[in-house]
């Protein structure tokens, strides 16, 4: 199966960026996707992109997909404290499996 | 519906005993998947169904597992002889199929095997 790694914890200060990292071993991977989850809620997606795309940019939020190294990235800026959750990356393959990554738990301090 | 909604929120059964879970995808939607969500995990992929069948049931951690979607909208997920590594969160999402795929997730069952 696919491995995708997160790191588990992330904190930051309200109004710097976050950047949440992830890695991943399956190189047909053709969507990716980033997801977050609240105490108690369900899964949210948050945006996604194409496996033949390098960046993607919606409002406060920057995805970027290195290829060639198999790691994304999600960049939110101007990070607020209705951001904190735990954020997961995901992926789909050609075979439309999808798997998901162990979640980073975002704390950001006022 | 508006969205993905499952039943119960919550389950608590006794080891050995039968379970039931539902969810009632979003209308229209043709594929719905099954996840399954241990504490500090990312969910973690079961079967999915394009319409009535399943497409891939690779997921299924054993033959206690078993899921049906016979009219093509609403799943259950059944599980046989429960035991206590079952107990986890159990979560549905639904999606158009193609391009994609985004999936909406419902706010899954939690299941305890006491």
């Known amino acids: 199966g696919e491995d995708v790694e997160q790191s588990l914890f992330l904190s930051v200060r309200e109004g710097d960026s976050s950047v949440i990292n992830c890695t991943y071993t399956?190189?047909?991977?053709?969507?990716l996707y980033w997801y977050k989850q609240e105490p108690g809620a369900g899964l949210q997606l948050l945006t996604y992109i194409f496996s033949n795309m390098d960046m993607k940019q919606d409002q406060r939020l920057t995805v970027l997909l290195n290829k060639k190294d198999k790691h994304l990235s999600l960049r939110i800026a101007d990070t607020q404290t209705g951001d904190s959750a735990i954020y997961f990356c995901a992926l789909k393959n050609t075979g439309n499996q999808f798997y998901f990554g162990t979640g980073t738990s975002l704390t950001v301090i006022p | 519906g508006a969205g993905v909604s499952q039943t119960p929120s919550n389950k608590v059964t006794e080891k050995g005993k039968y379970v039931e879970l539902r969810c009632d995808p979003i209308s229209g939607h043709t594929a719905l998947y099954w996840y399954r969500q241990s504490l500090g995990q990312g969910p973690e992929f079961l079967i999915y169904?394009?319409?009535?069948?399943?497409?891939?049931d690779s997921g299924l951690p054993n033959d206690r597992f078993f899921a049906v979607r016979p009219e093509g909208s609403v799943s259950t997920l059944k599980i046989q002889r429960t035991e206590r590594g079952d107990s986890a969160v159990y979560l549905c999402?639904?999606?158009?199929?193609?391009?994609?795929?985004?999936?909406?997730f419902g706010p899954g069952t939690r299941l305890t095997v006491l």
């Open positions: 169904f394009q319409g009535t069948g399943a497409a891939d």
């Open positions: 999402a639904s999606s158009l199929t193609g391009g994609p795929d985004t999936q909406y």
């Open positions: 399956d190189s047909s991977s053709t969507y």
